[in-house]
């Protein structure tokens, strides 16, 4: 089945600093990846996908880039602000309706 | 749009008790409904995947007498935690697609802190 690592497990940046989590997975058929925000005390929240036929997508501050060949893709947040203090997780879909998920990242953005 | 609500939020009762937790798409059909179960500073625990009108899916590991969970309609699903006791205690969390198709996301409700006594 698929494998999904994720890293860091800790991020500590200053505010206006830029943010980078990488995740990789072991399935070369994967081929839809989401990340999800999750705040202290509630569920996770879609925040950025991408899909095997697109390398890099963006959405203001945040970005996912995909490198398909390396099996690896990666969440970007631009000028953090503290809003943005959270754990992030990484997914792969790997064929099926089932996402494996990352460990988490527990992203702190310091004023 | 895809908004999943999930209720209770917070759960606190004694050992022996069963608790129902609901989870709901208010905005669209879920045709398949997951239960997650998440430790502190854990990633998620698939538990079991809930499809309407039939038996639900259960992951390797989860006692499917203990945790009972109903899928009667497309925008319902529930958790039972039957006779719960102190081990039980977790963070529970629905999701739900909008297909069982590949390459949909499944959107989250807030969970439900699960404390037994």
């Known amino acids: 089945g698929e494998n999904v690592e994720q890293h860091p497990s800790t991020l500590s940046v200053q505010e206006g600093d830029s943010a980078v989590i990488k995740c990789t997975y072991s399935d070369s058929a994967s081929n839809y990846f989401p990340w999800y925000k999750q705040e202290l005390g509630k569920g996770p929240q879609l925040i950025i996908d991408?899909?095997?036929?697109?390398g890099e997508k963006k959405d203001q501050r945040i970005a996912v880039t995909l490198n398909k060949t390396a099996k690896h893709f990666s969440l970007h947040i631009t000028e953090t602000q503290p809003e943005d203090s959270a754990v992030y997780f990484c997914?792969?879909?790997?064929?099926?309706?089932?996402?494996?998920f990352g460990r988490g990242t527990s992203l702190i953005v310091h004023p | 749009g895809a908004v999943v609500s999930q209720h209770p939020s917070r759960v606190i009762c004694k050992s022996g008790t069963s608790v129902k937790i609901e989870c709901r798409s208010l905005d669209f059909q879920a045709t398949t409904m997951f239960w997650y179960r998440q430790f502190p500073k854990q990633s998620l625990m698939l538990m079991a995947t809930s499809n309407e009108g039939s038996k639900a899916t259960y992951e390797q590991g989860v006692e499917k007498d203990k945790f009972l969970i109903n899928h009667a309609s497309l925008t319902l699903s529930t958790l039972t935690v039957t006779s719960a006791h102190p081990e039980d205690s977790s963070f529970y969390i629905c999701s739900a697609s909008l297909t069982g198709a590949d390459n949909q996301p499944q959107h989250f409700g807030d969970g439900t802190r699960l404390s037994i006594l």
């Open positions: 997914a792969a879909y790997g064929g099926s309706y089932i996402p494996t």
């Open positions: 991408i899909r095997s036929n697109v």
